[in-house]
């Protein structure tokens, strides 16, 4: 099956720092890819969605300005956690679509840990 | 607005036996697709199974398999000869399968533990 790759896989930062999180479609193109956040025992929370080359759409509650993300390549897309505090610290995973196909590929995650 | 039900935080089952996990699911939408993912410990998500909800006939993929009951909106997984590889969280989800949005929402999971 198609494999993401997502990394780092654990990061931990000082409070106020930014921190980025790559996603990598390695063997497909994805035109759309995905951004949750997961808390302890808890579901994916969709945060946003991503198009190559068009801005992200975010979900309701989810601020933009501080979770950045950029989809500048079919196989490529980042998220920025700008001026991060304790309540950031979670579990973030990306997925990503191939275009025309129904299936989701998910990458491993990152743990993040804000000091 | 979608939403996905998991009424089980945690089920257990002894290996070799039978496991069924519940979902329900309320959508407006009449053409949908549900799936069935697996987190083990290392937090990957997996793709159990998938049905479409056009499709009458029930999903099965090996020892997995769902009962679909598309006017009760109930989407329920079925493990069989469950295997210790099979103890992780399962979340259910729900596609609305119009337009171009291709947003997942989840279930808050149901822990499957496997005893030897």
């Known amino acids: 099956g198609a494999v993401v790759s997502q990394h780092p896989s654990r990061v931990i930062c000082k409070s106020g720092t930014s921190v980025k999180i790559e996603c990598r479609s390695l063997?497909?193109?994805?035109?759309?890819m995905f951004w949750y956040r997961q808390f302890p025992k808890q579901s994916l929370m969709l945060m946003a969605t991503s198009n190559e080359g068009s801005k992200a759409t975010y979900e309701q509650g989810v601020e933009k300005d501080k979770f950045l993300i950029n989809h500048a390549s079919l196989t490529l897309s980042t998220l920025t956690v700008t001026s991060a505090h304790p309540e950031d610290s979670s579990f973030y995973i990306c997925?990503?679509?191939?275009?025309?196909?129904?299936?989701?590929?998910f990458g491993s995650g990152t743990q993040l840990s804000v000091l | 607005a979608q939403t996905v039900t998991q009424s089980q935080p945690e089920m257990s089952v002894q290996e070799a036996e039978t496991v069924t996990l519940s979902c329900t699911y309320d959508t407006s939408e009449s053409d949908y697709y549900l799936f069935w993912y697996k987190q083990p410990p290392s937090r990957q998500m997996i793709l159990v199974i998938r049905q479409e909800a056009y499709k009458q006939q029930n999903a099965t993929e090996n020892r997995f398999s769902v009962n679909f009951q598309k006017a009760a909106k109930s989407f329920s997984l079925k493990i069989s000869d469950s295997q210790l590889g099979d103890a992780a969280m399962y979340f259910c989800a729900l596609r609305n399968s119009g337009g171009s949005n291709y947003k997942l929402t989840f279930g808050k999971g149901t822990l499957l533990t496997v005893n030897p």
């Open positions: 997925s990503a679509r191939q275009g025309g196909d129904e299936k989701l590929f």
């Open positions: 063997d497909f193109q994805a035109t759309t």
